[in-house]
Every structure is written in C-alpha cells, then in structure tokens.
C-alpha cells in the first residue's frame, strides 16, 4: 500500500511563483531503506526538513533528512548504528516532459521516491564500525589486534604463497553439440 507520509500539500502555493514554505517534522520510516550492509530499517525516526518554491514549471522541493544508519560492518561483522543525513532537490513539474521528471499530483507532491534514492546512493556499501577496524583474524575468525591488523603487505604467511601458485584445472567446458531428440543417437 502507498504510504503518504512523504507528501507535502502544495496546494497554497501552486501557480503562484514566488511562493515558498518551509516545514520541518519527524515520521517514522515506513519502509526499510537500502538493501546493503546498511539501511535505514522500518520504525527509525527521520527528521525532515523541506522547503517548497513555486516557480513557473512547478514546486522546486530542497530537502534535508536525518535519521540513523543500522549497518554491519565489513570487516568485524558487528553490527552498529551512525547517524546519517542526505540532502536532495528536485523540480515536481505541473507537466512532466521526461519518464524521469518527477511531477505534481493534485495537491501535492510525494516526496518519498526522490528521498529512496537520495538514501539509497548515500548509503555505505562497504560499512566500517570505525576507520580503523582491524577486522577479523582470517584464521581464527576472532578480532583482529590493531597491531595484528598492521602487519606489511609483504610478509605473507608462506602457506598463502603456495597457494597463489595453485591453480585449479582448467574447466574445460564439456560441449554436447547437438543433442537433439534421440539421445542415443551418438553414432558417427
Ligand atoms: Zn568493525
């Protein structure tokens, strides 16, 4: 079901250019946001501040949200929460001339689809807990000492360096040309 928490009456300042309001609240998300190791999921709280301009081809909305981040980090897999904001603006044009351009509806205009994708693109796709999260111990899946983390690139467990020598046989593909009604049919 459509939610119609995003939209915002537009309806006093509609065709008369000039006009603007500004109006601030706080909603709960109604639907998670991202698909990631990070997303705002449904229930947390966002704050919303929006400004709507009439101009002549519609209502120019510049908006600002804040709410907060669940995420997983990356490298230690903990789960963490960071406060998270995004801004966005975008022209609801009375005539949308592109499939892209967002439009008005009546009275009002939804802001939901452009704040989704204004998250979305904002999102973390590689979470960190902290900049310097030395992750996990790749042999006993435990958390890494920072000074463990630390080590050079060069001195590389021997065994990891026989293995990059190790290469799998070669999938040759197994080609069945023509294998067509009679399967028995593998005469020459
Ligand atoms: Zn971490």
Redesign the pocket.
């Known amino acids: 079901m459509p939610t119609r928490l995003f939209e915002e009456n537009i309806r006093d300042i509609a065709g008369r250019p000039g006009e603007m309001r500004e109006r601030s609240r706080e909603l709960a998300v109604p639907e998670r946001l991202g698909e990631g190791l990070a997303r705002v999921p449904a229930g947390e709280t966002l704050a919303l501040d929006v400004r709507l301009e009439s101009v002549h081809e519609g209502i120019l909305v510049s908006a600002e949200a804040r709410t907060t981040v669940h995420a997983e980090?990356?490298?230690?897999?903990?789960d963490?929460t960071t406060p998270f904001q995004v801004e966005f603006q975008e022209l609801f044009a009375y005539t949308p001339t592109e499939a892209d351009e967002y439009g008005v509806h009546g009275d009002h205009v939804d802001l939901e689809p452009p704040l989704r994708d204004a998250v979305v693109l904002a999102l973390p796709f590689q979470p960190?807990?902290?900049p310097d999260?030395?992750?996990l111990d790749p042999e006993s899946g435990e958390?890494r000492e920072a000074e463990a983390a630390a080590v050079p690139e060069a001195e590389i467990d021997p065994r990891w360096a026989a293995l990059a020598g190790y290469q799998t046989g070669t999938a040759e593909a197994a080609d069945e040309p023509g294998s067509g009604d009679d399967p028995e049919s593998a005469s020459k």
């Open positions: 980090c990356g490298r230690c897999l903990k963490f960190v807990c902290r999260c030395p992750g958390l």
